[in-house]
């Protein structure tokens, strides 16, 4: 790490601008500008437990900050953090600065996604900086925008207060989810009355006021932020005492939890109400495709729910490893062998698709992988005990085609859902 000076920011190769070092201490020392990128996990411990962001990396940035800097610096809040963080931030840096040092803090949140995180970078839909009204303040944020400015356009940097940029982030993720959420509920009406899911997020998002983008009902949303943002947003809301704000918001992770447990619901349903000892190949675990990331994947809240059922699963990502599969379930679902002595018996990780679904009673599909999309399905079939079932939680292969081989098939939302969303179309109709 070295310290960003703008001019020297580029995307070109032609002179190098991009340097790594542990030397902490030192990189601060010789910074203008210092961006505190690090990470602020959910509480799971004392007050706000389940629901706070923990910011004790953030305050230790600033201790060493205000402890190695002796000339001015702007400290650039990266990290997703609750409102009103920068005031913490800025306490802790003045009652620690040398004589003669002053420090701007500048919320700049961090809005690219996995997968896409370079071409988010490189082109992004917009770049937030929120900074104090003084003189400085504005100064401050002026030249982190010069800094962006060598590569997106001005029209594209939106500079607000500094509450206002750090609430956006969370709000950001929070509207995202909720798009999520709301057609996954909808996902489910659509399997009681018929409606196509699929359809409907077409003919909804069409609308221009509403748009195409996130209304692809799926199995439920997971990774590191989603749950984590939405959650320091009820805990926020709490705190001032926003009661019904707080619980509209959290209805967007109970939906969310409700559509991991319905899946998992479905496939034991459909199964005959039994998946003791049947083996059910798991294809993808990561909590989207290109990406092997597994943190808060709905993957592992089925797979943990078809364990408890009795199932052997046998889980085929082509980038998760098993010792991150087997971290999520011990740090998300608190499940590990001393709570679940099986486990490692009957939750396998194997290296191909092939493999996985060899002698399986049912495939699930958690991962959108594009690959799943180009497998020999015949070929898996014949060597599937039968009747052979499919569960597409990410609804991306051709259900008809797949029907046509002999699968059972079950997507999200679509013709076929859910024992109980049937039973009850079938009562509402008599
Ligand atoms: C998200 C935000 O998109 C990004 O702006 C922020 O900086 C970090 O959090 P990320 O977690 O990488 O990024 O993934 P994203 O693409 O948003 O997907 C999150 C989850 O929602 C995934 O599990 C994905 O499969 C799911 N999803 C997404 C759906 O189920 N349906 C959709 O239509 C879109």
Same mark, same amino acid.
């Given at each position: 790490?070295?310290?960003?000076?703008?001019?020297?920011?580029?995307?070109?190769?032609?002179?190098?601008?991009? &340097?790594?070092?542990?030397?902490?201490?030192?990189?601060?020392? @010789?910074? /203008?500008?210092?961006?505190?990128?690090?990470?602020?996990?959910?509480?799971?411990?004392?007050?706000?437990?389940?629901?706070?962001?923990?910011?004790?990396?953030?305050?230790?940035?600033?201790?060493?900050? %205000?402890?190695?800097?002796?000339?001015?610096?702007?400290?650039?809040?990266?990290?997703?953090?609750?409102?009103?963080?920068?005031?913490?931030?800025?306490?802790?840096?003045?009652?620690?600065?040398?004589?003669?040092?002053?420090?701007?803090?500048?919320? $700049?949140?961090?809005?690219?996604?996995?997968?896409?995180?370079?071409? /988010?970078?490189?082109?992004?839909?917009?770049?937030?900086?929120?900074?104090?009204?003084?003189?400085? #303040?504005?100064?401050?944020? *002026?030249?982190?925008?010069?800094?962006?400015?060598?590569?997106?356009?001005?029209?594209?940097?939106?500079?607000? $207060?500094?509450?206002?940029?750090?609430? *956006?982030?969370?709000?950001?993720?929070?509207?995202? =989810?909720?798009?999520?959420?709301?057609?996954?509920?909808?996902? =489910?009406?659509?399997?009681?009355?018929?409606?196509?899911?699929?359809?409907?997020?077409?003919?909804?998002? %069409? /609308?221009?006021?509403?748009?195409?983008?996130?209304?692809?009902?799926?199995?439920?949303?997971?990774?590191?932020?989603?749950?984590? /943002?939405?959650?320091?947003?009820?805990?926020?809301?709490?705190?001032?005492?926003?009661?019904?704000?707080?619980?509209?918001?959290?209805?967007?992770?109970?939906?969310?939890?409700?559509?991991? $447990?319905? &899946? @998992?619901?479905?496939?034991?349903?459909?199964?005959?109400?039994?998946?003791? *000892?049947?083996?059910?190949?798991?294809?993808?675990? %990561?909590?989207?495709?290109?990406?092997?990331?597994?943190?808060?994947?709905?993957?592992?809240?089925?797979?943990?729910?078809?364990?408890?059922?009795?199932?052997?699963?046998?889980?085929?990502? !082509?980038?998760?490893?098993?010792?991150?599969?087997?971290?999520?379930?011990?740090?998300?679902?608190?499940?590990?062998? @001393?709570?679940?002595?099986?486990?490692?018996?009957?939750?396998?990780?194997?290296?191909?698709?092939?493999?996985?679904?060899?002698?399986?009673?049912?495939?699930?599909?958690?991962?959108?992988?594009?690959? &799943?999309?180009?497998?020999?399905?015949?070929?898996?079939?014949?060597?599937?005990?039968? !009747?052979?079932?499919? &569960?597409?939680?990410?609804?991306?292969?051709?259900?008809?085609?797949?029907?046509?081989?002999?699968?059972?098939?079950?997507?999200?939302?679509?013709? #076929?859902?859910?024992?109980?969303?049937?039973?009850?179309?079938? =009562? =509402?109709?008599?």
């Amino acid at each position: 790490m070295r310290g960003l000076v703008p001019r020297q920011v580029s995307f070109c190769t032609k002179s190098q601008n991009l &340097f790594f070092s542990t030397d902490v201490e030192g990189a601060i020392a @010789a910074a /203008d500008i210092i961006f505190v990128s690090v990470n602020t996990p959910t509480k799971t411990y004392g007050i706000g437990a389940g629901k706070a962001a923990n910011v004790k990396n953030l305050e230790l940035c600033a201790r060493t900050i %205000a402890k190695v800097s002796t000339s001015d610096k702007i400290v650039v809040e990266k990290s997703t953090v609750p409102v009103k963080t920068a005031e913490t931030l800025k306490r802790v840096l003045k009652a620690n600065q040398r004589p003669g040092v002053s420090f701007e803090i500048v919320s $700049n949140p961090e809005f690219l996604a996995e997968g896409t995180a370079v071409d /988010d970078l490189r082109n992004p839909s917009r770049a937030l900086v929120g900074g104090d009204p003084t003189p400085e #303040g504005r100064m401050a944020v *002026s030249t982190l925008c010069s800094v962006y400015e060598h590569w997106i356009s001005r029209d594209r940097l939106l500079t607000t $207060n500094l509450w206002s940029s750090e609430l *956006s982030k969370l709000v950001a993720n929070a509207f995202l =989810a909720q798009r999520i959420s709301s057609i996954n509920a909808i996902s =489910a009406l659509c399997e009681a009355t018929g409606a196509d899911v699929n359809e409907v997020g077409r003919a909804v998002g %069409a /609308d221009k006021r509403i748009g195409p983008y996130f209304l692809r009902a799926s199995v439920g949303f997971g990774g590191s932020c989603f749950q984590k /943002d939405i959650l320091n947003l009820v805990y926020l809301c709490q705190t001032y005492g926003l009661h019904e704000v707080a619980e509209y918001w959290e209805k967007v992770v109970t939906m969310n939890d409700y559509q991991k $447990n319905r &899946f @998992a619901k479905n496939i034991v349903g459909r199964m005959f109400n039994s998946v003791t *000892s049947k083996r059910i190949a798991m294809l993808g675990f %990561a909590f989207k495709k290109d990406t092997g990331d597994v943190r808060e994947t709905a993957a592992a809240y089925v797979a943990k729910n078809l364990l408890e059922e009795g199932a052997t699963v046998v889980v085929y990502d !082509p980038k998760v490893t098993a010792e991150s599969m087997f971290m999520e379930l011990e740090y998300t679902l608190g499940m590990t062998e @001393a709570t679940f002595p099986e486990l490692k018996k009957r939750l396998l990780l194997v290296g191909s698709h092939e493999e996985a679904c060899k002698n399986a009673h049912a495939i699930a599909i958690m991962t959108e992988w594009d690959e &799943f999309k180009t497998y020999n399905y015949e070929e898996l079939y014949s060597n599937m005990v039968k !009747p052979a079932f499919l &569960f597409d939680g990410r609804n991306i292969v051709d259900h008809s085609a797949l029907r046509k081989i002999g699968f059972e098939v079950y997507g999200i939302g679509t013709r #076929g859902g859910s024992e109980e969303a049937i039973a009850a179309a079938g =009562a =509402a109709s008599m």
